[in-house]
């Protein structure tokens, strides 16, 4: 980048302006792009940031513009900028439309590269020992090991996201994809085309490096992705979607020990024992026994929990003083001890043996300490799924981590989301992420929300934790998608109340002779389930966390979202437990502080989903008494965009059957 560094730039803020003005390069570039006063706003003050090489906390309302408000400053400053987000394709949004638009926009001579995990990237080597294994699981697995090897003749970049019809969950991608643990490096025959190096190399050259939250905080545990050595010479560093970054710090900065981790090393233990030493040592007995370790762990893990449909998070003490359990871990421990000790012995042969001697001793060494107790200031717990379980060891939030990298080198920090908190000092975000000392800056949603939105709290319901509630939810939400003709989002806080209000959805559809559609979590990719609700607009869609954020339905497909109950975090999560403690430790109110703060936030994103443009209308539904009848209603009920209440369900249907037949008047030609 040729441009001026920031400290050299006179009146960023008034350039940022300019350029985000009526009469700027940016609005004549781009057709679509509207000026906002309150997109100037916040711009002015990333500028202010990036100048002053502060930090700087932004909540912005949908419709704000904040992508374009944060890195109009950032390209126009001539910093070097590192942007993270918060998924994979938010990623490619920034990197492939957002940042090359406005660099076309501006005229600014910008190089921008694209930086993921290790798992988005094929392994040249890894793919190679795929092709001479024997250990593909199944038919499918080979004809789409056969496919990747076709895409790898033509890709540059090795990043599987370009693959079409690769699925995420396909059990090929661990067999072509590398992980900390068994990358050879240097050592590697294919070190010169691997495409992490690649894209690394072109992270470093880059004048603004695309990243996620993700990718940030496992090199700050690992120093593994790149992103510790592109940090010191970065002087902005932002983070959109920034309310995601305290659960994926606290995720990634953790100890994890898993069984799948387990279960990969077995596989590999026997695919290259045999391919690499056979007939010197029992490869076939090792990997087997712990394979029947991890098998025996998982299941000591679930205990007396068959029927699992998602993850369950279970206290430690729920499960680390069962024998079983401490029998499976001790061996488990001794099975990657054994498997060690004969990897040593071959070591010399080949790379990839020194790499898997390695990981058995990793194994060992995780199976040992979660033997032990935790470490002071740090809380375990066992997640635990249909196919592993994962025994977990982290800190209570990223306030030292953040803290620590802040304190490394002066530069411009920039954290920003939709939803940060529910007061002018956004302390749901600040006090978790350490920076109370920042700048904060609220600017709300353009949007007419008072004209196009209404608020509906019924009353009547059964309590949330009565057995008549998800009935109750789905009975009234089969009478809203009636009166639209579906285009309705049903909202859940729990997996099982997801189960009982499709099911009832269903029923209550099926009964009446409805042609109404259910479209429900787990039945298809989120990606597949959102692409058919667009498709099929007489469907109502039921989701659970994964749809309270990240969905973007503008128009009318979507007019209504109905939020089962409150989403207060559980109170028996052994993370949220240790959060608690400490709050009262320090003579707080958790439920004031942590518990309602937890729920506005939560609320917040779920109803984000209604409005989505300047000219969408809908109805928003929390089927929860509490929301009008409890003191602290209030409060969350201020948390909410100024929607419009209604009264009753009349009112509700009324605005509804106004929402339809004014589409049906837009569809009819003339």
Known sequence: ?????????????????????????????????????????????????????????????????????????????GARALVSTATKSLQD???????????????????????????????????????????????????????????????????????????????????????????????????????????????????????????????????????????????????????????AGVQFLGTTLSTAQALDFSRDLLGLGLQLARGLAKWQELAAAVEKAARELRLAAAGPLRD?????????????????????????????????????????????????????????????????????????????????????????????????????????WIFTSATLGEDDALAWFTEQAGLEAARTLRVGSPFDYAAHARLYIPAGMPKPNEPAHPAAVATLASRFARVLGGRSFVLTTTLRALQAIAEQLRAEFEAAGDTLRVLQQGEAPKRALMQRFLAEPRSVLVGSQSFWEGIDVPGDALQCVLIDKLPFPPPNDPLVEARVKRLEAQGRNAFADYFIAEAAVSLKQGAGRLIRSETDRGLLVVCDPRM???????????????????????????????????????????
């Open 308 to 412: 699992l449909r998602g993850t369950l998070k279970l206290r430690w003490d729920e499960r680390a003083k069962r024998e079983d359990f401490v029998a499976a871990l001790a061996e488990l421990g001794r099975a990657a001890d054994a498997a060690g000790q004969a990897l040593d012995g071959v070591a010399e042969l080949s790379p990839d043996l020194v790499k898997l001697a390695e990981r058995a001793g990793t194994l060992a060494t995780l199976a040992g300490r979660f033997a032990d107790e935790a470490a002071t200031g740090r809380v375990r717990w066992i997640d635990v799924s249909p196919h592993q379980a994962r025994l977990v060891e982290s800190p209570l939030d990223i306030r030292e981590a953040l803290a620590e990298q802040m304190g490394n080198a002066r530069k411009a």
């Open 628 to 670: 009008a009848g409890m003191n602290y209603g209030r409060r969350l009920r201020e948390a909410l965009p100024p929607m419009t209440r209604v009264a009753n369900e009349a009112e509700a249907s009324a605005w509804l059957e106004t929402l339809a037949s004014e589409r049906e008047r837009e569809d009819v030609p003339f």
């Open 1 to 77: 980048m040729t441009a001026e560094p920031a400290d050299a730039v006179p009146g960023l803020a008034a350039a940022s302006r300019r350029a985000l003005s009526g009469a700027g390069a940016l609005a004549q570039a781009d057709e679509r792009h509207v000026e906002r006063e309150v997109q100037l706003r916040m711009a002015e003050a990333v500028a202010e940031a990036i100048e002053s090489r502060a930090a700087l906390v932004a909540e912005a309302g949908t419709g704000v513009g904040k992508t374009f408000a944060y890195l109009v400053p950032t390209l126009l400053s």
């Open 93 to 247: 949004q920034l990197f492939l439309r957002d940042i090359p638009r406005l660099r076309d926009a501006l005229q600014l001579p910008v190089s921008v590269a694209l930086l993921k995990g290790r798992a988005s990237y094929l392994c040249l080597h890894r793919m190679k020992q795929a092709r001479q294994s024997a250990t593909l699981p199944d038919r499918w697995a080979v004809r789409t090991l056969a496919k990747v090897e076709q895409w790898s003749q033509a890709t540059r970049s090795g990043d599987l996201a370009e693959m079409d019809g690769l699925d995420e969950r396909s059990s090929v991608i661990p067999l072509v994809t590398s992980t900390r643990e068994n990358c050879l490096g240097s050592e590697c025959a294919d070190f010169r085309a691997c495409h992490v190096v690649r894209a690394r190399r072109e992270a470093m050259a880059a004048d603004v490096v695309v990243v996620n939250h993700h990718l940030f905080f496992a090199d700050l545990a690992l120093r593994d992705s790149g992103v510790a050595e592109l940090l010191p010479s970065v002087e902005v560093a932002v983070f959109d979607e920034a309310h995601q970054l305290p659960e």
